[in-house]
């Protein structure tokens, strides 16, 4: 059984739309791309690197595909960002599209039919981990479905007030446990949660 974790740089109101920088995303009049950069730290490297240390492959929504694919395999080669760009421009790209024929990023697949039925397959095979980054609207669906084993959240210290989020009313309730957590240096809270069941309830006293 394949783990789907799902990795997302994430608002204090839950916003996940262009952390990366001013023209990631700027749909719905979003002005303000590039929230996470400012915290960028080696902190937040590191966390990276310990993320893709295990085998993986890449689980990608169509419109963070587009971003990504002109992006990694431009990285100079004497980046400090080259050896993610190495690892992402080699691992397999699965993606869901209804544009197969235009995947022109080296090792891309386009997912067959309903996003959740592919991916309910993707986890019953053995094999790597399923990473997913940004990908909002997909993981949206797969947290309805209740397909999501990790969270992978790198919590900043903003509050947005719009943009796109991360949970909706159609998430499937699931309760999780904080297998992680750190604080870097500019305040962010870097953590891991695992998927364990249902969601408990009770009274207090």
């Known amino acids: ?26 749909k719905g009049e979003f002005h ?3 929230w996470a950069a400012p915290y960028d730290d080696e902190a937040i490297g590191q966390s990276g ?31 400090p ?6 690892l992402f421009n080699s ?5 869901a599209t209804h544009r197969p024929e235009s995947l022109d990023w080296q090792n891309s697949h386009a997912l ?15 094999g790597a981990s399923l990473l997913t980054w940004g990908s909002g609207d997909m993981v949206r669906q797969l ?11 790198l919590i900043h ?9 991360l949970f909706d009313d159609t998430a499937q309730p699931s309760a999780f446990t904080l297998a992680h957590s750190a604080i870097t240096p500019g305040g962010v809270l870097i953590t891991r949660y695992v998927r364990s069941g249902e969601v408990r309830t009770g009274l207090y006293g």
């Open 1 to 26: 059984m394949r783990t789907l974790i799902v990795a997302e740089f994430i608002s204090l109101d839950g916003v996940i739309q262009a952390p990366g920088g001013p023209e990631e995303d700027p």
């Open 32 to 34: 303000l791309g590039g």
């Open 49 to 79: 690197q310990d993320l893709y240390s295990q085998p993986f492959d890449l689980l990608l929504g169509r419109r963070t595909y587009d971003i990504w694919a002109p992006y990694w395999p431009q990285v100079p080669a004497d980046s």
């Open 81 to 86: 960002a080259r050896g993610i760009a190495d």
């Open 91 to 95: 691992v397999r790209k699965l993606v």
């Open 112 to 126: 067959k039919g309903n996003i959740t039925d592919a991916v309910a397959a993707l986890k019953r095979q053995g």
């Open 143 to 153: 947290l309805a479905a209740g397909l999501v084993d990790e969270l992978r959240l």
């Open 157 to 165: 210290p903003v509050v947005l007030g719009r943009g796109k989020r």
